[in-house]
């Protein structure tokens, strides 16, 4: 459900500056299909009905509706009337307001598993109204996450050592998952941003912890932050960080990282940090942030299971990732914590067909995965639409909504 418009005895008046809700973004030379304009004309003779009906009363109208093209919500629209001063703005957000009545009316995702989506950063172009499209689309469709990679230099591969490989080169386009996530928790309500991962030791540890932060806080409590060290020594070398010592150095930039999201004031000597009696204001709505962590290696995934939250996990869904996964819950247990705790992504490939898409997933719920994300990009989609069209009909198919 999402607030609409306000409408002040003319359903198609424009959008003042401070109304409370953001537009939806549309994409570009977007088709409608027969069923969306069925939906949607019924709604507008709705709207347009409501409006005649309180002309002559001379109150607010708010139209509260609930998107349906997508056929994962009714198609109906809600009228409710209320008076000017229950609607002004500094009544937005607060317990008990209309809108924070609205916005809790449903949640993202309510199933066992939670289901996300991976932001396609090379397939969908780099206008923000696609950018937002995407995002609105995912969040309509009910899915619970939005994952975004992080990678700030893209390193031309030409007459490199022997041991540099990476999936990215200079050719490969990454939007700063931090400005990402902002633009994106201006236009959306429900969906969670979840970093999948950022490279954390090549960036500042105070200032990462900021940023995290204050995005916790426009969002309202919306992030996940997903930590890896990542593979590319290019990166760290421009951004004057020190690759050798990487492994090590998370592990004090996590606790550090804790410490500044749930301390007002921080007194820290470590060795890579020191914090003299210094916090962040304002903090996290989360205190902490959920801090998950990438890893492909053992050692890493050890590593994982003695300080994360969660894991972004590469898991096949098939009898080696489930023996993969065994040997993790185990790591979690060797550490003295319990892996019903700890949660795990896997992640599904929108390759193949539908039914393939749907098998995976169902694999995965089997395995006992917490999460799990789907990947548009990479299946030889041709635009913005197909990956929408993908999501949804993912959304269909799959046993894990």
């Known amino acids: 459900m999402s607030l609409g418009r306000k409408l002040s005895l003319d359903a198609r008046a424009t959008f003042r500056p401070d109304d409370c809700r953001v537009p939806r973004a549309r994409r570009q030379q977007e088709p409608v299909p027969r069923s969306h304009r069925d939906a949607l004309a019924v ?31 009714p198609s109906v629209h809600v009228t409710s009337f209320v008076t000017q001063r229950s609607f002004d703005r500094p009544g937005v957000g607060r317990r008990g307001s209309v809108v924070s009545t609205v916005l809790d009316l449903h949640g993202c995702h309510d199933a066992t598993v939670r289901v996300g989506v991976v932001y396609p950063h090379q397939e969908i172009g780099d206008d923000p109204a696609r950018i937002a499209a995407f995002a609105q689309a995912a969040e309509d469709l009910g899915y619970a996450h939005i994952v975004a990679y992080d990678h700030v230099l893209g390193a031309d591969p030409a007459n490199r050592p022997a041991w540099w490989k990476g999936a990215y080169t200079h050719r490969d386009a990454f939007h700063e998952p931090f400005v990402l996530f902002g633009y994106l928790a201006a236009i959306t309500k429900k969906i969670e941003f979840a970093f999948g991962i950022v490279i954390l030791p090549q960036r500042q540890t105070a200032l990462l912890a900021k940023q995290a932060a204050t995005l ?114 185990g790591y979690v247990r060797d550490a003295g914590r319990d892996p019903a705790r700890v949660g795990v992504e896997g992640r599904v490939a929108a390759t193949g067909s539908p039914d393939d898409w749907a098998g995976r997933a169902a694999v995965f719920r089997d395995m006992g995965m917490t999460h799990l994300e789907l990947r548009t990009a990479g299946a030889s989609l041709p635009d913005l639409d197909a990956h929408i069209d993908v999501m949804r009909r993912f959304r269909e198919v799959a046993p894990v909504f």
């Open 216 to 329: 916790d806080v426009l969002s309202r409590g919306r992030v996940r932050f997903g930590a890896g060290i990542g593979w590319n020594h290019v990166e760290y070398e421009a951004l004057g960080m020190n690759w050798r010592d990487r492994a090590k150095r998370v592990e004090e930039q996590i606790e550090v990282l804790r410490l500044l999201w749930t301390q007002e004031l921080v007194d820290y000597t470590g060795r890579w940090h020191r914090i003299d009696r210094a916090g962040i204001k304002p903090l996290p709505v989360q205190r902490p942030i959920p801090i998950w962590m990438g890893a492909d290696e053992e050692v890493a995934v050890k590593r994982v299971a003695r300080l994360a939250d969660g894991w972004f996990s590469h898991l096949a869904p098939n009898d080696e990732g489930r023996a993969a996964l065994e040997r993790f819950r």
């Open 43 to 73: 709604g507008e003779d709705e709207i347009d009905r409501a409006t005649s009906a309180v002309e002559k009363l001379g109150v607010l109208v708010v139209v509260l509706d609930v998107d349906v093209a997508r056929r994962v919500r």
